[in-house]
């Protein structure tokens, strides 16, 4: 089992930045290549960023690429999101998830573990 916990989600003006963090706890974290998703209301849950085992290698949705980069720490167990040039259209739940994949995968379905969640709304 692997718990996954989100934080640094809040309100942001258009054109700001926040850094989301993921802390995991169980298993060994550098054996799970690492998923950020988001869901916003009334719409599926989204592909955000994903990151490798190693953090060698990552990818990201068409819609935040240069805006967003995933990054991860194997040995504090902590997966990163720096959002930066945020727009209304960011605003969701976001969710990290880890995946037993060396590669990140894109669909949701791949992933064996999410955390619950944070809350990021871009409004002025």
């Known amino acids: 089992q692997v718990q996954l916990v989100e934080s640094g989600g809040g309100l942001v003006q258009p054109g700001g930045s926040l850094r989301l963090s993921c802390v995991a706890s169980?298993?060994?974290?550098?054996?799970?290549?690492m998923g950020w998703f988001r869901q916003a209301p009334g719409k599926e849950r989204e592909f955000v960023a994903g990151?490798?085992?190693?953090?060698?290698?990552?990818s990201y949705a068409d819609s935040v690429k240069g805006r967003f980069t995933i990054s991860r720490d194997n040995a504090k167990s902590t997966v990163f999101l720096q959002m930066n040039s945020l727009k209304p259209e960011d605003t969701a739940v976001y969710y990290c998830?880890?995946?037993?994949?060396?590669?990140?995968?894109?669909?949701?379905?791949?992933?064996?573990?999410w955390g619950q969640g944070t809350q990021v709304t871009v409004s002025s």
């Open positions: 998830a880890a995946d037993s994949s060396w590669f990140p995968q894109q669909s949701p379905g791949e992933y064996d573990y």
């Open positions: 169980g298993r060994t974290f550098s054996m799970y290549a």
């Open positions: 990151i490798s085992r190693s953090g060698g290698s990552s």
